[in-house]
C-alpha cells in the first residue's frame, strides 16, 4: 500500500500558476505509475495528467495539455503538477494516484491502486 499526501492547492487568479505536490510513503514508490485526477463539485471525477514509473512517459487530459506538466521524483518519493495558464473550468479538488498501470489510470479499466486525501485548487474569474 502506498500512502499519498497532496500540498499545494489554494486560491490563483485566472491566467495563473500552481504547482501541487504529492509526497508518497512506502518502498514501493518507485514502482508504481502516480498521476493527478479532479473532480469538480457536481461532476465526476476525471484523469488529468500520468506519468510512468521511470518517469519517461506523461500523458495528458487534452483539457490540459500544453498547460500542465507532470513530473517525479523517485528519490524523494513525491510527484508535481505543474500548472499554468489556469482557468475558472480548473477548479476542483485534485487527487493523487498511484498504480502498478497509467494505462490504467487513463483507461479507467479497474479501481484506482491508492488515493490520496484530495485537495482544493479554485481559480477565479
Known amino acids: 500500500q502506498v500512502q499519498l499526501v497532496e500540498s499545494g492547492g489554494g486560491l490563483v487568479q485566472a491566467g495563473g500558476s500552481l504547482t501541487l505536490s504529492c509526497a508518497a510513503s512506502g518502498r514501493t514508490f518507485s514502482s508504481y505509475a502516480m498521476g493527478w485526477f479532479r473532480q469538480a463539485a457536481g461532476k465526476e471525477r476525471e484523469f488529468v495528467a500520468a506519468i510512468r514509473w521511470s518517469g519517461g512517459s506523461t500523458y495528458y487530459a487534452d483539457s490540459v495539455k500544453g498547460r500542465f506538466t507532470i513530473s517525479r521524483d523517485n528519490a524523494k518519493s513525491t510527484i508535481y503538477l505543474q500548472m499554468n495558464s489556469l482557468k475558472p473550468e480548473d477548479t476542483a479538488v485534485y487527487y493523487c494516484?498511484?498504480?502498478?498501470?497509467?494505462?490504467?489510470?487513463?483507461?479507467?479499466?479497474?479501481?484506482?491502486?491508492?488515493w490520496g486525501q484530495g485537495i482544493q485548487v479554485t481559480v477565479s474569474s
Open positions: 494516484a498511484a498504480d502498478p498501470s497509467e494505462k490504467n489510470m487513463i483507461e479507467g479499466w479497474g479501481p484506482i491502486h491508492s
